[in-house]
């Protein structure tokens, strides 16, 4: 077979579709894995290197696919024994590349066979590890180091014990000789004339600290045990000071030889460090004096030091020293000072103690360790670097816009700022007055790039310097500097005025009072003119929007400026060519649109006619298609009305997000959905257009996915309008919610309920759901109420139904009655009374209060076995409508007035209001709608008897709140 898999390999790496499809199918095969372990390991040429390439990469999927012993198809034991030989013999490979791919395959099939199917393996790469030839050595340390990180990545508990009883053999024998090969490697590497020969020895050592972080990290339990037998921490940060002196050392800087594995170096020793803290916070508190300063050293900046180190070496240094300022085991507990004795609180009040105490030993004659570090972050890393000076000329757009997110970790300058608020965060008491006496300096100093700096620390220090520091009488001074700023300024002027528009940004969710405010729009809409830099332009618009999203934004406030603003940001949206860009300044226009209520209606007309331009500029960005989609919706819902352009174009863009037949709903469906609720809300009647789209709701309600709820609100939208030209859809309809309510999830019980009752109402769409009400009455009636949310929204709909259709309730009832051979109707009136209590919903007790109370005229012979019942079921209605408290109202508040809402601007609100105002529950009140009925029954011709019948407590009760809500109204 191994010739046939590799013809297969040769035809698949020159791009043969055949030969892919051939090794597929392969893939299952007894022998195939062992064909490719054959040819990956020829070293002859028989193979060449990019096959044997392709041939790991299929093995690597073969492993994942049948390695398990669960997994279908599996791997024979056979096979596998002969595959892990394969690859212990393959560590004399000379191939660096080939031979990393084979440390991973060893940590990939480690992860299932050690210890139980592979337990020579650890053994093995030991001894290679001792024997003299240097390739054999670094291949056993490169797998070990595989297997290692394999192994710590397995969770459960008894995987992780196999893990620690690895650790405990392995590290007394690696890390001597770790220690070892760093004394050998380190004596020779500033003066080596060939640093060739010294290269394997460095390769060495930095996959032994690989390999020794791994165990510590994960397989040591309680650090404080192999920190007194082995001095690990001190001998870490021994060997840390003297790799980072060798690399300064180094001669021909980036061009010297060894600089890369000397680099690597120092960079796996502070991740071993960091990862010490992580997993071992309380067993490092003894070392915190001596490693925080040490950290430090290496971050801050030295005057006699003529190499920078390596950015990512700076990196895990700031983010390690972050880590001990956050870490939650370092703070001082409330415990503590309550004079508790809890050993685990007694740790970590002593290391609170030990990191303060490192935090206030003396850097400089006047300066303790936090200043120190505090001042220099801010003069030497929250400066403006020279790479953002250049992308700001160089790309003015993404520069702007760029949001780093959580990449923050492998940037300088962002952890550099991290690590500051970590600081002012940790000792704001003491550090605040250290950052507004360097803001007072500033503005003693003429120097801008200060001022940039300080102004960048005053914003990142918002929250902590909050409470001690008032931002107000700032402000006036702040404008002033940013007005007096001009081109002669430079590139500096324009990084200060940035920074200014970024400080308010930051502080304007925090204490800026609304006095100043007026004026900081002033100045934002003023940076928004078209001659002004696009940065600027673009930071303002940011700065902006985080002014209109604050609770403390007043319309009132800005809408002298919103015409320019509109204006200006309408032009600037047209001018930026990036698609990130345009959604952002389209995302600040959305945010004014959203706020600014009725005052931007004078403006909605000229973004109304933008908005199809800026959709055929949208064609190639699927987000900003997106965010265009959002902001036509957001448009309707302002507007609260839709005109026929609008609506023309919202149709077109409904039509093609949401046609499941097109590629483009992958992305627009939900949002195109969103958007066509709102263009049903706003709409004044129902159009051909509207109609037409009716017809995508079959596939989307196919889909079933989490539009559905969006669908139904559809759904309901279109009944509303009650017009004539949906009625040839009533069938459909019907038949959609029958389908519905049989399989929405519980989450939409309530919401389909609701629109099948007002489909109910309807006559013509009643009707079409007769042989759905039918088989929802047999099942009520007759069949198990375990499910008591389906089962009262049932009883809810066939209310609905006994109270405005009774001539189609007693054919149900009949129906019933035939099928059951019992009588439905009785058993009607019983199930109500059982199921009252579980009803939730006020209109739906409201709905079976009513029922309840013609039951006494128009059911008096099937309803006469439960009267009791229902009587009293009136009466916990009333009160729970019409009591409030001592209060007692006269109607309650499923009583509409459509007066009320003749004036509302939203169209559909208007809509469900005259609907709801049509039938019983929004047109009576309970109270007077029970005395009704009960005097219309009294005059009855053999009411008395009937009356008779009942619990006299049972009428009094009824009066007695008939009579107090009546007294009181």
Known sequence: MESAVLEALQAAFEGNKDAVLQLKEWQPQAGFHAALATLYSQRDGSCSAEHRMLAIAYFKTGVERYWRETAEQAISPDEKAFVRNSLLEAIREQNDTLARQFGHLVGMISRFDVPRAWPELVPQLVAEVQTDDALRQQRALLYLYRVEKALASRRLLPQRRVFADLATRLLPF???????????????????????????????????????????????????????????????????????????????????????????SIIALVKLLRDLQTYHALSLVPHLPTLVPTLLDYILPQEAQQRRYPDKFLILCMLTVRDVLLCPKYKQSIRQTAGIEDPNVQRMHAAYQTLQACLHSQKTTDQDLQTAVLVQLMQHYLLTSDEEKEDWTTNEEEFAVADIGSSWEYMLKPCAEHLFQALLSYNTTELAPVVLGLLDQCHADSSLELRDATYNALALGAYSLSPRFDINPLIPMLLEQYASITSLAGDAGKLLQRRILLLFGQWQCINISSEPRPAIYSLLVATLLPDNDRVLQLTAAMTLERFAMDQAFEATDFSPLLGDAMTRLFQLLSDVEECATKLRVLSCITQLVNCMENEIMPYIGALVAYVPTLWEQSLEYPLLQTAVVRCAAQLLEAFKASTPELEVFCCQLIQYGADLTQTAH????????????????????????????????????????????????????????????????????????????????????????????????????????????????????????????????????????????????????????????????????????????????????????????????????????????????????????????????????????????????????????????????????????????????????????????VDPTVLESLNQALTTASATA
């Open 174 to 264: 690696l890390f001597p000789l770790l220690l070892s090969n760093t004394t050998t490697a380190l004596s020779a590497v500033p003066t080596a004339e060939s640093p060739e020969t010294w290269e394997p020895l460095l390769q060495h050592t930095r996959l032994l600290i690989k390999a020794v972080r791994y165990l510590l990290a994960h397989g040591v339990q309680d650090l404080a045990e192999v920190e007194a037998e082995l001095s690990i921490v001190n001998t870490v940060q021994s060997m840390l000071h003297s790799f980072t002196a060798a690399y300064l050392e180094l001669t021909d800087s980036d061009t010297h030889p060894l600089n890369n594995v000397v680099e690597k």
């Open 666 to 949: 992958e992305y627009l469906c939900d949002d195109v959905l969103g958007l066509w609720l709102e263009l049903m809300k706003a709409s004044q009647a129902l159009s051909q257009d509207l109609l037409q789209l009716y017809n995508l709701m079959p596939l989307l309600l196919e889909q079933g996915n989490e539009s559905l709820r969006t669908c139904i609100q559809l759904i309901e939208a279109y009944l509303l309008f009650n017009s004539p030209l949906f009625e040839p859809m009533h069938a459909q309809v019907a038949s959609a919610l029958a389908t519905l309510y049989d399989t929405v999830p519980q989450s939409s019980r309530i919401l389909i309920t609701r629109v099948l009752h007002v489909a109910v109402m309807s006559p013509s769409l009643c009707a079409e759901l007769q042989g759905f009400l039918a088989t929802l009455a047999q099942q009520l009636l007759f069949d198990s109420r375990d499910d008591r949310v389906r089962a009262t929204a049932s009883l809810s709909l066939l209310a609905r139904v006994a109270l405005q259709h009774p001539e189609l309730f007693a054919a149900l009832m009949e129906q019933a009655s035939t099928i059951a051979q019992a009588d439905a109707t009785v058993e009607f009136w019983g199930v109500l009374a059982e199921l009252y209590d579980s009803v939730t919903l006020d209109r739906w007790k409201k709905l079976l209060g009513m029922v309840a109370a013609v039951a006494l005229c128009q059911y008096t012979a099937s309803a006469s076995q439960h009267l009791d019942t229902l009587l009293s079921l009136c009466t916990s209605t009333i009160y729970t409508l019409h009591f409030r408290g001592e209060a007692v109202m006269e109607t309650d508040f499923f009583v509409v007035d459509v007066v009320d809402f003749e004036s509302h601007s939203a169209n559909q609100a208007l809509r469900q209001a005259k609907m709801e105002a049509s039938e019983p529950v929004g047109q009576y009140s309970l109270r007077s709608f029970v005395s009704k009925h009960l005097a219309q029954f009294h005059s009855m011709e053999g009411a008395d008897k009937v009356i008779a019948l």
